[in-house]
T-cell receptor, first 114, second 115 residues
Framework: ETGVTQSPTHLIKTRGQQVTLRCSSQ?????VSWYQQALGQGPQFIFQ???????GRGNFPPRFSGLQFPNYSSELNVNALELDDSALYLC?????????????FGSGTQLSVL | AQSVTQLGSHVSVSEGALVLLRCNYS??????LFWYVQYPNQGLQLLLK??????LVKGINGFEAEFKKSETSFHLTKPSAHMSDAAEYFC?????????????FGTGTQLKVEL
């Protein structure tokens, strides 16, 4: 059974650019969530996808968008990058998206915006 | 809205000593509560969770936590710290009203274990 994998592991962009981060969920999981973890902070919920539909969104602007594919892998897209977008972006999967469920996290993508 | 407060951003203990990491929550409905651990350059890993039933929850690596509704607390303990416990620990509450399994995390406690 493969775990959650994210790519790339590190990324450097300049302000105003666009970025796409990718996540492969754990085998058998149909729910993917994305979190942003700024330095010294806890992860903050961006949004969740369940069977290719957005199923909840946190307090992030529309320039943060996502997709989930039929194989349940997912992308996080961020447009018009700002310096404050520099953070570790974590993807997590779960089997059905229930509130009681364990989340399986990837190791994250470290995004630096210069 | 739900929230989590972790008292103490840094905790230092001696190897073999008791570990106590504090977490208080705010929730308008009975909460689901979680503790996750993050080792350097890794994602988060679930230590334990409370959903319903027994208020003392046992997790992996010898950790346990007790849900105290009257104190709105869910403190994490381990009787004897090991060097391998050095990591960052996050308490989280599940947003039941929002559906799905959106978690609200605290700001984390960095645990240092000294010889």
């Amino acid at each position: 059974e493969t775990g959650v994998t994210q790519s790339p592991t590190h990324l450097i962009k300049t302000r105003g650019q666009q970025v796409t981060l990718r996540c492969s969920s754990q085998s058998g999981h149909n729910t993917v969530s994305w979190y942003q973890q700024a330095l010294g902070q806890g992860p903050q919920f961006i949004f969740q996808y369940y069977r290719e539909e957005e199923n909840g969104r946190g307090n992030f602007p529309p320039r943060f968008s996502g997709l989930q594919f039929p194989n349940y892998s997912s992308e996080l897209n961020v447009n018009a990058l700002e310096l404050d977008d520099s953070a570790l972006y974590l993807c997590a999967s779960s089997s059905t998206g229930g509130a009681y469920e364990k989340l399986f996290f990837g190791s994250g993508t470290q995004l630096s915006v210069l | 809205a739900q929230s989590v407060t972790q008292l103490g951003s840094h905790v230092s203990v001696s190897e073999g000593a008791l570990v106590l990491l504090r977490c208080n929550y705010s929730s308008s409905v009975p909460p689901y509560l979680f503790w996750y651990v993050q080792y350097p350059n890794q994602g988060l890993q679930l230590l334990l969770k409370y959903t319903t039933g027994a208020t003392l929850v046992k997790g992996i690596n010898g950790f346990e936590a007790e849900f105290k509704k009257s104190e709105t607390s869910f403190h994490l303990t381990k009787p004897s710290a090991h060097m391998s416990d050095a990591a960052e620990y996050f308490c989280a509450v599940s947003d039941l009203a929002g559906g799905g399994n959106k978690l609200t995390f605290g700001t984390g406690t960095q645990l240092k274990v000294e010889l």
